[in-house]
């Protein structure tokens, strides 16, 4: 089993790394292997609504967002990590996001997700409401740790101080070998995932 940590700050060893690397260590404890995958700090295009991604199978922009998801693809669970930007998850991480989900929903589609927060101090429970929302949209279970899934401080040191936080991001890496595990099993026992019905409407009458 193998859990995928993106890393959505600009900054591929700061405060959002730190949290990250607490994730994995406990993972680690549990036997779950796990990567870190740095979306980078290059500009890039938002989803322009081209709808190309249904005919190619992904996105017209072959940047991070099409590596992300394709990595999906050979990963059991994930941990998107961002910086809090005016009460908002980073641009990049979001947009990275939003196409990857796009174009490649199936990738990520029933696996166990969590978002993970480094803030100075406010905005971060409003950040993980707006990353949560991708978890929601593909059936993901979502999940928690013993405190929301923030931590605080402006420089990699002062968000390794944060014990609390660092306990937060600990006790979240278990819940999430927990849960991997658990999905194991009841495969193993013949439990399978259930076939979601899929109907679009509008409000055009």
Request: charged share 20%; proline share 4%.
């Amino acid at each position: 089993m193998k859990v995928l940590l993106v890393n959505g700050s600009s900054r591929p060893n700061g405060c959002t790394s730190v949290a990250l690397g607490e994730v994995a260590r406990a993972l680690g404890e549990e036997g779950i292997e796990s990567e870190t995958f740095f979306i980078g700090n290059k500009p890039m295009s938002d989803c322009i609504a081209c709808r190309k991604c249904r005919e190619l199978g992904k996105c017209v922009f072959d940047d991070a967002a099409n590596e992300l998801s394709a990595k999906a693809a050979e990963c059991d669970g994930f941990v998107f990590g961002s910086p809090v930007y005016y009460s908002h998850p980073s641009a990049r991480l979001l947009t990275v996001m939003d196409r990857a989900f796009y174009s490649g929903g199936k990738n990520f589609f029933q696996k166990p997700a969590a978002a993970v927060l480094a803030a100075r101090r406010a905005g971060s429970v409003a950040s993980m409401d707006v990353i949560n929302k991708h978890f929601s949209i593909c059936s993901m279970p979502i999940v928690s740790s013993t405190y929301w899934n923030h931590i605080f401080g402006t420089q990699p040191e002062e968000v390794a101080a944060d014990t609390e936080g660092m306990m937060t991001m600990y006790n979240l890496g278990k819940n999430m070998a927990w849960l991997l595990k658990c999905i194991d099993a009841g495969k193993k026992a013949g439990v399978t995932a259930p076939e979601n019905k899929k109907i679009t409407t509008n409000f055009i009458r």
